[in-house]
């Protein structure tokens, strides 16, 4: 036995003095080998799927708790095409505001989110008149002409009078 | 589910069609691999075709035109004189079975990670999603969507067969769904392997070695960005990159148009696609200098060329191009420091991938100078593309960096990976002992 282990370290020694850059090669295979295998696809069979299938349901929208349930609910209220005003509080573009107003365009696709806020954190008051529905996240503004259709612990929608 | 299957498998059905015609030379996994991918790619340019001429997207007008593309391909090629196959007979080994199984398992895992749940990237829901969701309510591409000012943030100008694939999908599903999205993603990365396979066989006659080279390239096929133009940009531009290289090696002109024609398909995905097809065609002409064989490469050109046209009558801008370019890349070039931190700060993923990867290719380059020169200088040339775009950001630069630097560089490792193992070859195989390449 003992014999045998020393006989194939001294056949591996020879191979690699003899073939050093096949051996570099070959060190180099095995590393990208070893280096690509992503345990992670092996262990996802052995997870708790249910539980993270409810985490990427509310990942993309962590930020604003809520956000997505409220805006199913306006996407089953309000028809194709539907202008619908956005409000996050408090009001301010790079706090909330673009972060909701860009995924709710996905959230309510087919209808035309209209933004209340620019980037400069001005109030587009023009957007609101051109509004059919107003969808406002965690607050019930009160804008006048506007009259409630939802209102759940998440927020509230409005449609124009 | 049982939709998007279906959908993905009557395409696979067309491309391997389609793919026999074109390379009727090739081994299985090849045809199989690029049938996949340019089976996706036909409903989907199909209804790019329907918008252009005004006419609503049907699953049925769609599967119309791409019947009708796939028979005219497969008629023309009837006439012609049939292909000698370049694939050889490799030794089955119960070894190579053993670590293609475990490669199987591995894209398995891929396939319940990615459809575990609805997507989450937020480039998915704030480009790549919105718009398939927004052109399948419309039925077409909602041009007044993409050009109106509130959406510039969902990148109006980014090249559009990822959203038409998804709304191929979602037209056979009858609904929009972007739970099964992931099977889409599994499949460009499948396909990708499997032509990766194949070619390794083909170049180095050993079943054992192909099986372990693809078994390295799994996490640069399968990108962990679900939703993203990646994972399809990985295909097409890696398979594209194999396949011209392949065809250079073969001397194989049809070849050429083949991988050209998947080019066309990567430009067609992401501008990074577009710089691609420039990068290759500079490394089609270091291999093989200003030869006739370079009309061949005309599919990569054609194919993104309406998009280009119609985003310009459209006016959708590339946000890279906002402003002046060249100041901003002065500026930045004055910041090297900067510019070198954010570099290493951000990572490339898998570190012992790398050490690997750059071991071969410092050991096995000087050989391989000659052999590999079009696939070095194309990936070369599209990595200096790279450091073009993050230079001429109109971002921070380190902000840049931070959001996109691994995902980016992921792009290339595909076809930089299978490069690099097909390096090894003469080294592992020797002219002479068995297995020895072609």
């Known amino acids: ?161 | 589910m049982i939709g998007t299957v279906l959908a993905l498998l009557s395409a696979f059905g067309c491309g391997v069609i389609l793919a026999s015609a074109l390379m009727p030379e090739s081994g299985v996994r090849i045809v199989a691999g690029t049938g996949f991918l340019l089976g996706l790619a036909l409903p989907a340019s199909a209804l790019f075709l329907l918008s252009i001429v005004g006419v609503p997207w049907s699953l049925p007008a769609a599967g119309i035109i791409s019947l009708a593309v796939v028979g005219m391909v497969f008629l023309i090629r009837r006439r012609l004189p049939p292909a000698v196959s370049q694939s050889r007979d490799a030794h089955h080994s119960i070894a190579a079975i053993l670590i293609d199984l475990l490669s199987v398992v591995l894209v398995l895992g891929y396939v319940t990670f990615s459809t575990n749940g609805p997507v989450i990237e937020y480039d998915f829901i704030g480009i790549w999603g919105v718009k398939a969701w927004t052109f399948f309510l419309h039925g077409g591409i909602d041009w007044k969507f993409l050009e109106h000012p509130w959406r510039a943030f969902t990148h109006a100008d980014y090249p559009i067969l990822l959203p038409l694939t998804f709304d191929y999908l979602a037209l056979a599903r009858g609904a929009w769904d972007d739970r099964w999205i992931g099977l889409l993603f599994a499949g460009y990365g499948a396909a990708s392997l499997l032509v990766a396979r194949g070619a390794l066989e083909e170049e180095s006659g050993s079943q054992v070695f192909s099986a372990l080279g693809t078994f390295a390239l799994i996490s640069a096929a399968l990108s962990p960005y679900i939703g993203l133009a990646e994972g399809p940009l990985i295909a097409y531009g890696g398979v594209g990159i194999i396949l011209i290289r392949r065809a250079i090696a073969l001397e194989d002109s049809s070849g050429l148009t083949t991988g050209a024609l998947l080019l066309g398909l990567a430009a067609s995905t992401k501008n990074e696609g577009m710089t691609l097809v420039v990068a290759a065609i500079l490394g089609v002409v270091a291999a093989i200098g200003f030869d006739r064989r370079l009309v061949r490469l005309w599919p990569a050109i054609v194919i993104p060329l309406p998009w280009v046209l119609l985003r310009s009558v459209h006016s959708l801008h590339n946000d890279l191009a906002t402003g002046s370019v060249l100041s901003r890349i002065w500026l930045h070039l004055h910041e090297p420091g900067l510019f070198l931190r954010s570099i290493t700060r951000y990572p490339l993923g898998r570190p012992l991938f790398w050490v690997g990867l750059l071991l071969v290719f410092l050991v096995a380059l000087p050989p391989a100078l000659k052999r590999e020169r079009f696939a070095l200088t194309t990936i070369a040339i599209q990595y200096l593309f790279y450091v073009f775009a993050y230079l001429s950001t109109p971002h921070g630069v380190d902000w840049h960096f931070k959001w996109s630097w691994e995902r980016v560089i992921s792009q290339m490792t595909f076809p930089l990976g299978f490069v690099v193992i097909a390096m090894t070859i003469p080294f592992l195989f020797p002219k002479g002992e068995a297995g020895s390449p072609p």
């Open chain 1, 1 to 161: 036995m003992g014999t045998s282990v020393q006989f194939r370290s001294d056949q591996i020694r020879s191979a690699i003095f003899t073939h050093p850059k096949r051996t570099a090669v070959a060190l180099g295979l095995f590393l990208m080998i070893v280096g690509s295998f992503e345990p992670f696809y092996v262990r996802i069979f052995f997870s708790d799927r249910d539980a993270l299938r409810r985490l990427y349901v509310e990942l993309p929208y962590r930020k604003l708790p809520g956000f997505r349930p409220l805006l199913s609910r306006v996407r089953e209220l309000t028809p194709l095409h539907a202008k619908v005003a956005l409000w996050v509080p408090p009001g301010r573009w790079n706090e909330g505001y673009e972060y909701g107003y860009y995924r709710s365009v996905y959230l309510i696709a087919g209808r035309e989110v209209v933004p209340l806020l620019d980037a400069a954190d001005h109030f587009l008051s023009s957007n609101l008149d051109q509004a059919d529905y107003l969808v406002c996240w965690h607050c019930n503004p009160g804008f006048a002409g506007f009259k409630t259709v939802l209102r759940t612990p998440d927020g509230f929608l409005a449609r124009k009078r």
